[in-house]
Antibody, heavy 125, light 111 residues
């Protein structure tokens, strides 16, 4: 059974870069899947940040696109999130998850499972 | 503001049935497939439903999903106190390139 675990600093200063890693263990980390990042600000709902394929093709939330980079290191079963120029509004619990897909006609059927436990990142000086 | 609209909260007594709605548009729910997630704060979100109405292995049949037009519904029968959590719907939004959107989440209270 695949397990995902987020890791990285819990405190980041304003204007600096938030960097997180998601490590996969106990299951398959291969080209059959995409790998995604999400966040949940305090008191708010889930927000999709972006995703990456095993080959490195990325897609990002348009609201964050200019500040986000997601990368994958298949040799380490890891994928990473970098969010630049952070502000207090980026304070959130950050989650990683695996995305499964299949095509039905011209539509993509997708879902995210499993998810990591999440890691709280606070932006503060 | 979320792209998909969910009621902020629903409540029901143990043993009863509750439904949670998720309303969108033709560019998201209308032309794509919905998944539902159960989230206990501080833990990993859990997939309940995918492909509008499919349950992953291990999810009891008390949980069901449906979709009609640009709206989707999560149903939970035989409510248990352990079902008290936040529930989110999600799907693709094809309007501005493909990106994933969630509803704002619904807090289920089991009275």
């Amino acid at each position: 059974q695949l397990l995902l675990q987020e890791s990285g600093p819990g405190l980041v200063k304003p204007s600096e870069t938030l960097s997180l890693i998601c490590t996969a263990s106990g299951g398959v980390f291969n080209s059959s899947y995409h790998w995604g990042w999400f966040r949940q600000p305090p008191g708010k709902g889930l927000e999709w940040i972006g995703a990456i394929s095993h080959s490195g093709t990325t897609s990002y939330n348009s609201a964050l696109r200019r500040r986000v980079t997601i990368s994958v290191d298949t040799s380490k079963n890891q994928f990473s999130l970098r969010l630049r120029t952070v502000t207090a509004a980026d304070t959130a619990v950050y989650y990683c998850a695996r995305r499964s897909d299949f095509w039905r006609g011209f539509s993509l059927v997708s879902w995210f499972d499993p998810w990591g436990q999440g890691t709280l990142v606070t932006v503060s000086s | 503001q979320s792209v998909l609209t969910q009621p902020p909260s629903v409540s029901a007594a143990p043993g009863q049935t509750v439904t949670i709605s998720c309303s969108g548009s033709i560019s998201d729910i209308g032309n794509n497939y919905v998944s539902w997630y159960q989230h206990f704060p501080g833990t990993a979100p859990k997939l309940l439903i995918y492909d509008n109405n499919q349950r992953p292995s291990g999810i009891p049949d008390r949980f069901s999903g449906s979709k009609s037009g640009a709206s989707a519904t999560l149903g939970i029968t035989g409510l248990q106190t352990g079902d008290e959590a936040d529930y989110y719907c999600g799907t693709w939004d094809s309007s501005l390139g493909a990106y994933w959107v969630f509803g704002g989440g619904t807090k289920l209270t089991v009275l």
